[in-house]
């Protein structure tokens, strides 16, 4: 874990050698993870990497066969009632009740967590207006778009203010627009001081929202930290220098001896793992008389990472 | 709270929830409940009942057909009553709903006290329904007061099995189609291998034994002894015996195919 947060900082989630098995199929080979109160934490991987099985463990659904986990201060073998009552899970399809309009739908929440009748209104109109469904609040789910039943469903979960919330694959299957939407959705939640817990295929997800990202494959952890450090714990870095001409190309790869030119868009990228002081070095080596037009540092994105530590690009593994 | 401050709290809010579903599917639940046992009813009477009384013999006790068939039409329409119930309950299982309140501290027993509470409802109301068309239709039972009762008691625990058994088998249905089909049994099978429209020693050997044992023919005999004043015997006390049975059996299914959730 990160020496920085564990000290400053309350644990929400601590798990230690979770393991759970159906039948001959292992789903989860001994799980160590931490998640800070505050953070956004991302459980990256493909289909059938284990993802959704922690959070039903993690959320009362089923019993691991081994391991010990605490959620939010409380064991979770020991405790189930209490960690309920912290918790707001939003499971991968949208549960909420096609014969109830919008409204209902929240206050059936309401009466569930048991908010007196005026706290439950005000809260479910405050949520029908902050989650863009004003219009939808007196009509059945049966007539919402992906993005408003996903909503909704989220709205359901924040009815009694959980300070933990589970999303298990918020976006998937949404389109652009409301992928977005969630995303603002998710950081507000960030900002008010929840714990998110996140699963998710997509790593630009992951690399948009989260503070620290676990990445899962067939039921291992086999990379976590922060997405700068993924990023930076992979080889691909470089300085992407562009120059005017083919004559300013050739002095400058002469000058630094190093790299891969392209003289068709007169580019030379140099290998930079050492950041800001190889790069203050490049420079020096260029001197004053080399024109550059353009400078770039190039860092791997979570693919290279997940393609790396995996030797699988997640897109390719549905299963 | 105390916890069964809450429990009850809970339930109350299921129920809620379960009579806002029937509303919304009111004309579904008419025609499923009521029109079918109805259309059923008129079917054996005016069509089929002519032949069907002569052929009773003693057991019509010189009474119209249509006063030996209510007791059957009646247990008929509770048992139709199974597949919208079992149909609910796997829609909250494949729809999630059954797992988002499992995570969260509501009393485990709520939900299906809801389904089973507005199931029984139904089944009641729609008996109700049944009845009355039957007396439009020539239905003269010789039933005292005290009768009725026996008859209200003995329908509302029948009603009771019933709801927890679809609920149970809902809850173990992997699709709402499969919930459907897995009530039919129920709801068209065992009345016909029952003494729903004939009885059950009329029937040829391979099924008679067993039409003249299982729990409906028991819930049907005790109804007919009832309502058409015959000797009641210890009919009633078989067919308590038999809803208190399956409703317990139910109950307990249920409860561990709750707790085990959508896996």
């Known amino acids: 874990m990160d020496a920085l947060t564990s000290h400053t900082t309350r644990t929400a989630v601590s798990v230690t050698g979770l393991r759970k098995t159906y039948g001959e199929k292992v789903v989860l080979d001994g799980i160590d993870l931490t998640i800070a109160e505050g953070e956004v934490f991302a459980l990256l991987g493909p289909n059938g990497a284990g993802k959704t099985t922690i959070v039903q463990i993690l959320s009362t659904l089923i019993q691991p066969d081994a391991g010990t986990a605490t959620v939010m201060g409380y064991d979770l073998r020991r405790e189930a009632g209490a960690v309920r009552g912290v918790i707001g899970v939003t499971g991968q399809f949208s549960a909420v009740d096609d014969l109830l309009t919008g409204e209902e739908n929240l206050l059936l929440m309401g009466r569930l967590l048991h908010l007196p009748a005026a706290v439950r209104r005000a809260r479910a109109s405050e949520l029908l207006q902050r989650f863009d469904l004003v219009e939808a609040a007196r009509v059945t789910p049966a007539t919402y778009s992906g993005g408003m039943r996903r909503r909704l469903d989220i709205a359901m979960t924040l009815m009694g203010r959980p300070r933990l919330i589970f999303l298990d694959e918020p976006t998937t299957g949404l389109d652009p627009r409301s992928r977005q939407i969630m995303w603002q959705l998710i950081r507000d939640l960030v900002a008010e001081g929840v714990t998110i817990l996140l699963t998710t295929q997509y790593l630009e997800e992951a690399d948009q929202l989260a503070d620290h990202i676990a990445m899962l494959d067939l039921g291992h952890i086999v990379a976590e930290g922060t997405p700068e450090e993924l990023k930076r714990r992979m080889p691909g870095a470089h300085i992407r220098l562009r120059f005017a001409d083919v004559a300013s190309l050739d002095k400058a790869a002469r000058e630094l001896d190093q790299g891969t030119r392209d003289d068709q868009d007169l580019v030379l990228r140099i290998p930079n793992e050492g950041g800001i002081r190889s790069l203050r070095d490049v420079l020096a080596r260029l001197g004053d008389d080399v024109a550059v037009e353009d400078l770039s540092i190039h860092t791997p994105d979570l693919d290279d990472v997940f393609f790396a530590v995996t030797g699988n690009a997640p897109k390719e593994k549905n299963q | ?263």
């Not at chain 2, 329904?129 to 009762?149: E, I, M, Q, Y």
């Not at chain 2, 008859?151 to 058994?165: E, K, Q, T």
């Open chain 2, 1 to 263: 709270m105390s916890a069964l401050t809450i429990a009850a709290q809970d339930s109350a809010t299921m129920l809620w929830r379960e009579i806002k579903h029937s509303i919304r599917l009111l004309r579904l639940l008419i025609v499923s409940a009521i029109l079918v046992p109805v259309v059923m009813l008129l079917l054996f009477d005016y069509i089929l009942g002519g032949t069907i009384g002569r052929g009773l013999g003693d057991a019509a006790r010189g009474a119209p057909y249509v006063d030996y068939l209510v007791a059957g039409i009646l247990v008929m329409t509770v048992a139709g009553g199974c597949g919208p119930t079992a149909i609910n309950v796997t829609m909250d299982m494949t729809g999630g709903f059954i797992d988002r309140i499992r995570t969260m501290a509501v009393s485990r027993d709520a939900l299906l006290a809801g389904h089973v509470g507005v199931s029984v409802l139904r089944m009641l109301v729609a008996t109700a329904a049944v009845t009355a068309v039957a007396f439009l239709v020539g239905f003269r039972p010789k039933a005292s007061v005290a009768d009725w009762f026996a008859v209200v008691g003995i329908v509302a625990a029948f009603s009771l099995a019933m709801a927890w058994l679809s609920a149970a088998i809902g809850l173990v249905t992997k699709s709402v189609a499969g919930a459907n089909g897995s009530t039919l049994p129920l709801s068209f099978l065992l009345p016909f291998l029952s003494s729903t429209f004939v009885p059950a020693d009329s029937m040829p050997a391979g099924v008679r034994w067993f039409a003249a044992n299982q729990p409906f023919t028991a819930v049907v005999d005790s109804l007919r002894a009832l309502l058409t004043g015959a000797p009641v015997g210890n009919t009633p006390y078989v067919a308590l015996a038999w809803c208190a049975a399956i409703t317990l059996v139910s109950y307990l299914w249920a409860q561990a195919a709750f707790r085990r959730g959508s896996r």
